[in-house]
């Protein structure tokens, strides 16, 4: 079993949708929880991050966490042609092992106009 | 925001060849260095950790002598691949973090595109 599961997708959805995407860890250590956006051939660019458990959100962006069902979320409200990207989950389980980020498959998103 | 640059941003080499990638943070001091691998449609995968001044610390599975990892600086680490060989295409990511805290935020350079022919 993989530590970390992440929705593999494609997903295509118009402009202005909902978008829910989605992650589960088998670890209960870890601490630290992450979604990053990657464009083609670029590096990943961080967008959200939490510890806890419950929702965190920063404009359209609404990072949840549950820590008693492992299961980490990202939602994107009114999707934008320019959020078409690679998502990742990324996980760290903190302590000595800081930084040492475990990632998701990725999600490919498309949101078309 | 940090920025993290990476050098060459592709690569092409024969196979035996030695490559080498350089990770620059250009506007602050990292103290540490992360390199990552990325097969095609694929995570990263977390190779090896590097503190300035200290000798890399490499995941399970990644070979030492074959990913040789410097850290000479504070704002500058290489990874040079010995030997290398078709399978070791890929693409290398690094980051880098000011520290060693929550918080601490890796910032990912661009990645550099290695093809071994």
């Known amino acids: 079993q993989k530590?970390?599961?992440?929705?593999?997708?494609?997903?295509?959805?118009?402009?202005?949708?909902?978008?829910?995407?989605?992650?589960?860890?088998?670890?209960?250590?870890?601490?630290?929880?992450?979604?990053?956006?990657?464009?083609?051939?670029?590096?990943?660019?961080?967008?959200?991050?939490?510890?806890?458990?419950?929702?965190?959100?920063d404009g359209r962006f609404t990072a949840q966490v549950d820590k008693s069902s492992k299961y980490i979320s990202l939602f994107i409200r009114d999707s934008q042609p320019s959020d078409s990207a690679t998502y990742l989950c990324a996980i760290d389980a903190g302590g000595t092992s800081y930084g040492k980020l475990t990632f998701g498959q990725g999600t490919i998103l498309t949101v078309h106009p | 925001g940090a920025v993290v640059s990476q050098h060459p941003s592709w690569v092409i080499c024969k196979s035996g060849t030695s490559v080498k990638i350089e990770c620059r943070s250009l506007?602050?001091?990292?103290?540490?260095?992360?390199?990552?691998?990325?097969?095609?449609?694929?995570?990263?995968?977390?190779?090896?950790?590097?503190?300035?001044?200290?000798?890399?610390?490499?995941?399970?599975?990644?070979?030492?002598?074959?990913?040789?990892?410097?850290?000479?600086s504070l704002t500058?680490?290489?990874?040079?691949?010995?030997?290398?060989?078709?399978?070791?295409?890929?693409?290398?990511?690094?980051?880098?973090?000011?520290g060693h805290l929550w918080g601490d935020e890796q910032f990912f350079g661009p990645g550099t595109r290695l093809t071994v022919l």
């Open chain 1, 3 to 57: 530590e970390v599961e992440q929705d593999p997708g494609p997903l295509s959805v118009p402009e202005g949708a909902i978008v829910s995407l989605n992650c589960t860890y088998s670890n209960s250590a870890f601490q630290y929880f992450m979604w990053y956006r990657q464009y083609s051939r670029k590096g990943p660019e961080l967008l959200m991050y939490t510890y806890s458990s419950g929702n965190k959100e």
């Open chain 2, 27 to 72: 506007d602050f001091q990292a103290t540490t260095m992360f390199w990552y691998r990325q097969f095609p449609k694929q995570s990263l995968m977390l190779m090896a950790t590097s503190n300035e001044g200290s000798k890399a610390t490499y995941e399970q599975g990644v070979e030492k002598d074959k990913f040789l990892i410097n850290h000479a």
């Open chain 2, 76 to 98: 500058l680490s290489t990874l040079t691949v010995t030997s290398a060989h078709p399978e070791d295409s890929s693409f290398y990511i690094c980051s880098a973090s000011r």
